[in-house]
């Protein structure tokens, strides 16, 4: 099966968990397509200033991957700069956020799986 990106769902959230500023994401797949196995499949896009707030995953985890840009990552009071090809796994009950502390535009994709 083949998604076309003009058929992906586009979403626009201010504040998203507590986070500053107004985030778009493009969801890739739709969770009903990925066979109970995850529940996001997103392109996430920041401009400067924007972030999600922090969150704990308790049944899932959440995996990041950078592709443009530079992202800050807090993770359990924990700080470290994503670069493009950086990679992030967030495992349950695993605290994290994420900032564009940057002056440019950032993309990520954003995986949240079943475990």
Not at 1 to 12: C, D, G, L, S
Not at 17 to 28: V, Y
Request: charged fraction near 30%; charge should be negative.
């Amino acid at each position: 099966m083949v998604i076309r990106k003009e058929a992906q769902r586009v979403q626009v959230r201010d504040n998203v968990r507590g986070g500053n500023g107004t985030l778009e994401n493009r969801h890739i797949i739709e969770p009903d397509r990925m066979f109970g196995s995850a529940t996001l499949f997103s392109e996430f896009f920041f401009d400067p200033g924007d972030g999600i707030g922090p969150h704990v995953h308790d049944a899932d985890a959440e995996v990041y991957y950078m592709l443009e840009g530079v992202l800050t990552l807090i993770e359990d009071g924990k700080e470290t700069e994503l670069r493009p090809g950086d990679a992030s796994y967030a495992h349950s009950g695993t605290s994290h956020a994420i900032e564009n502390r940057s002056d440019r535009p950032a993309r990520m994709l954003a995986v949240i799986l079943k475990v």
